[in-house]
């Protein structure tokens, strides 16, 4: 494959040009060289670079834990413990979130089931947005 544009690679990582121009900015991503019009040029490896950290950012890492697995993957023979932990702690994160998303629901459900449909001044939903002592869950 002959080396592309930031456009290009944009289209074909699925990352926005700016994403991509910031991306090189934090050093997540080497700046590529450059054409005689002095443009970007790609190679394959950062489309496949690029595509790794928007999956990554898909799944929620955060930049620096971006950076930790890319030093990984630049350096296959090591150890993937550092990788697993990075892992573990993303998923700790998403099961403290989804824990929360599930009180959050459950806060709106009785909000809602609260309503009598009449005046704002007997209104469920007011109430509780009024005064969070009324929520059942503390955390959401």
Known sequence: MKKITIGGA???SGVKVPTIRY???IG???APSRS???QRSYEPADLR???FIRHAR???FEVD???TLLSLQDEPNQSCASADAIAKARLVEVEQRIRSLTALKAELEMMVEGCGHGRVDQCRVI?????HGECMHSHH
Not at 127 to 131: F, H, M, Q, R, S
């Open 127 to 131: 109430e509780v947005l009024a005064d």
């Open 23 to 25: 991306y090189e900015g």
């Open 65 to 67: 834990a971006i950076r």
């Open 10 to 12: 944009s289209k074909r």
């Open 28 to 30: 997540l991503l080497a």
């Open 49 to 51: 670079r690029l595509t």
């Open 36 to 38: 005689e019009g002095n």
């Open 58 to 60: 898909e799944l929620g």
